[in-house]
């Protein structure tokens, strides 16, 4: 029998008592759960035990970014991407475009992978090679054909070997950028249709590629701007399915063997192709089904037929320029093919702006017009500062098409300019002009703030310029400056209606009213209140300004003579006063 000690049984029975009393009251806590770890936002692959892109992509938070140093990681296979992530290589930043040194070589760091298939929205891959057998990228949807891979981007890639480089089977609105197709792919891009393509952009890739570039079947509105297809030796360089797709800003070179650089098949409307430069012994653009579209602005030059229209119905050509001013030549077309309208950089008129020299230009217009002004930009040589007599001016027109010049025009031409005006002789009669400036009949009356008169440098006469207007333009006005009358004389306007006048230096400094009369003897102008300095100290060099009252040489003043004085200026501001009389 086990012996209990005293007090035992009480004190464990206190101690249970106790523990309920606890519990009860919440006093007792059960042992703390374990706290979720987030996920990681960015993960570097090879660091933190992340030892494979697999596991980072496993890992990564929705939204993240993972980012792939140099290596060669083909030996991992496919790689499922299944939430919203950005997946960068060696050299994300770095595109492999037309003119991007990645276009043609691999770096000297790639990131080397081998297959991404991707079923989540919002997927960025960027700055990989893609090393394939296969498919390199695929954008797919879930097993009924739900399409999930909106939204991807597939930037800055190179793409150097496989079946097919990106297969976009459920993926609308994909932007592909700046990537190259090349060594061993046989297809660059293709869209499998089914409007799981619809809204995608194919924008300034290269491809050099054993079978077709791009391939649409079926999807809407894509574009597929400022790509270089370099090659496409099986099929074709874009093949479109669906409507109102567009073909703009690309360079072909069509061999021999393709089907054509742009392919409209059937069904398809409404698609467009401009903008782009065609070269190479193929057809340019191959259509297959009425009401396909349209091709414009495009260079035909040095091309296979640069057009074969298939269809029972014409096709819309126009405005194209085909490597000929005078349009297409035989055999460049084949079908019913509408050409009318070719681009040209011919002129059908070629004018100097009178604007641009200082007197009149007489042996032409005023513009220059083109033949058909799409695409075309002028340069225009020695228009500026012509002497007075026979120039040779040279226009240039060049007309350019998906950023290179394919043709130019020049025009030289003889262009007189005529010399400056003999000046009209002053009216042949003086003014009746008052003794004091109380006794001017009405005239323009302004303000004396209008005129100023500053000092003069030494070596110079004091002078005035009074600022009539443009409809005072070339008009003679007869200057009187008063207290006591003293005529300067007959003054002619030039052509913005300045009235310009030297100061004879007898006359005094002080406070002056200036008097303009026009030539029917009226006052035009009077401006009282103009503070004149006093003449330039003895010993400075100048000549005194004969005041008369005749109409004679000695008291005519132009601009052109010798007593505009340089430096001397006053400007009329201001709006002017109605006519009035002065009191």
Do not use: C
Not at 138 to 167: H, K, M, P, Y
């Amino acid at each position: 029998m086990t012996r209990i000690p005293p007090g035992g049984r009480a004190a464990r029975g206190a101690a249970a008592a106790v523990a309920s009393l606890m519990a009860a009251g919440g006093l007792l806590t059960a042992a703390p759960a374990a706290v979720a770890v987030p996920a990681p936002s960015a993960i570097t692959v090879g660091e933190d035990g992340y030892t494979t892109i697999a596991q980072a992509v496993a890992a990564i938070a929705d939204g993240g970014v993972i980012t792939v140093p140099a290596g060669d990681y083909r030996a991992e296979g496919r790689i499922n991407v299944s939430k919203t992530m950005t997946l960068n290589g060696a050299q994300a930043g770095n595109p492999a475009g037309p003119g991007d040194p990645r276009a043609d070589a691999s770096a000297s760091t790639e990131s080397v992978v081998d297959y991404l298939f991707i079923n989540a929205p919002g997927v960025r891959v960027e700055g990989f090679e893609f090393g394939s057998s296969g498919i390199g990228v695929t954008l797919q949807g879930t097993g009924d054909g739900a399409r999930v891979a909106d939204d991807a981007e597939i930037v800055g890639n190179r793409f150097v070997s496989g079946t097919t480089a990106v297969n976009d089977d459920h993926g609308a609105n994909a932007l592909i950028q700046g990537n190259a197709f090349v060594g061993g792919v046989d297809r660059g891009i293709v869209f499998q249709g089914a409007d799981n393509g619809d809204d995608s952009r194919v924008l300034d890739n290269v491809f050099d590629v054993d079978v077709n570039g791009v391939s649409a079947g079926g999807i809407d509105r894509l574009l597929v701007e400022g790509n270089d297809f370099r090659r496409f030796d099986g099929e074709r360089g874009v093949g479109l399915r669906g409507t109102d797709n567009t073909v703009r800003g690309n360079s072909f070179v069509v061999g021999s063997g393709a089907e054509g650089a742009v392919v409209l098949q059937s069904p398809s409307s409404g698609s467009t192709v401009e903008g782009n430069f065609f070269t190479g012994d193929g057809v340019a653009v191959n259509v297959a089904v009425t009401d396909a579209g349209s091709a414009s602005g495009n260079s035909f030059a040095n091309t296979g037929p640069a057009v074969e229209n298939l269809s029972a119905e014409p096709f819309d050509a126009t405005a194209n320029w085909w490597g000929h001013l005078d349009g297409p030549y035989a055999g460049q077309t084949i079908g019913d093919v509408d050409t009318t309208g070719w681009l040209t950089p011919a002129f059908l008129s070629v004018h100097v702006s009178a604007a641009q020299v200082d007197h009149d230009v007489t042996s032409v217009g005023t513009s220059y017009e083109l033949a058909n002004p799409a695409g075309v930009s002028v340069e225009v040589v020695g228009a500026d500062g012509l002497a007075v007599g026979a120039n040779d001016v040279v226009f240039t027109a060049t007309l350019t098409v998906a950023g290179r010049a394919v043709a130019s025009a020049v025009h030289t031409l003889t262009v007189t300019r005529a010399a400056a005006p003999t000046p009209a002789q002053p009216p042949a009669f003086v003014p009746d002009v008052p003794q004091s400036p109380d006794q001017l009949p009405d005239g323009e009356l302004l303000p004396s703030s209008a005129v100023s008169a500053p000092p003069p440098a030494q070596g110079q006469q004091r002078g005035l310029s009074v600022d009539l207007g443009s409809d005072s333009a070339d008009s003679w006005y007869y200057v009187v400056l008063y207290s006591a009358p003293t005529a300067i004389g007959w003054v002619l306007a030039d052509a913005r209606g300045v009235v310009t006048f030297a100061l004879p230096d007898s006359f005094p400094g002080g406070t002056h009213t200036v008097a303009l009369f026009d030539a029917a003897g009226d006052v035009a102008a009077v401006v009282p209140g103009v503070v004149v300095p006093a003449a330039a100290p003895a010993g400075w060099p100048g000549s005194v300004l004969p005041a008369t009252g005749s109409p004679s040489p000695a008291g005519t003043l132009t601009i052109a003579g010798a007593l505009i004085l340089a430096g001397v200026a006053a400007s009329v501001l201001g709006m002017r006063s109605r006519r009035r009389r002065r009191g």
